[in-house]
């Protein structure tokens, strides 16, 4: 088995995008999490996948509600990418969003979002799969944000 050290090694070889989950849990609250490990999975019926670990915040309101908005940031919004990976209480005080379905926050201004049901959660390690199929979708033009060896990064566009 390989150590943590070069796990995260060689998976930071791999170039994605950042995407930002919502979700909103039972009593009402909102929630929202930075996610790289998020994936395309079918045409028919439309699917996608996200990885959360298990000891985020996020987690269980993911698990609670079975739905969630999968928001695809934009080359300028690492301001938000980093809002959401942090500990702030209010991680939506400085970012505007509409509701979508079941009321979850739809960010503004992403290159796409993606409302999603809840159709599957697997156990993935200290992660959890969830698969969620697509109910609605709203796609923007621009630049994606990249997240690569650890820092971000921009498209070269020629
Ligand atoms: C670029 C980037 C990508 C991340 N990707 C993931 C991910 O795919 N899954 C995950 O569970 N956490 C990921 N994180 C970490 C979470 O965003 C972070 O733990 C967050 O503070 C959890 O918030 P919460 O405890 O309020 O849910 C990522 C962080 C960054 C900066």
């Known amino acids: ?4 050290d070069e796990f995260r090694r060689a998976l930071g070889r791999f170039a994605s ?5 919502t979700a909103r849990d039972a009593s009402g609250r909102l929630h929202g999490i930075t996610v790289s490990a998020f994936c395309s999975v079918s045409l028919e019926p439309p699917l996608i996948l996200v990885c959360i670990d298990k ?7 993911l698990a609670e509600t079975g739905s969630f908005v999968v928001n695809i940031l934009r080359q300028d919004q690492q301001y938000v990418s980093d809002r959401f990976a942090s500990y702030l209480p209010d991680k939506f005080e400085a970012v505007g969003y509409d509701l979508g379905i079941d009321d979850l926050p739809v960010l503004e201004d992403a290159l796409a979002n993606l409302e999603c049901r809840l159709v599957n959660s697997h156990d993935g390690g200290d992660h959890t799969i969830f698969v969620g199929q697509i109910e609605r979708a709203t796609i923007g033009d621009g630049e994606p944000l990249v997240y690569f060896h650890g820092n971000y990064r921009k498209l070269e566009t020629d």
């Open 1 to 4: 088995m390989i150590s943590k």
């Open 17 to 21: 995008g950042v995407t930002v989950v």
């Open 55 to 61: 000891n985020t915040g996020s987690h269980y309101a």
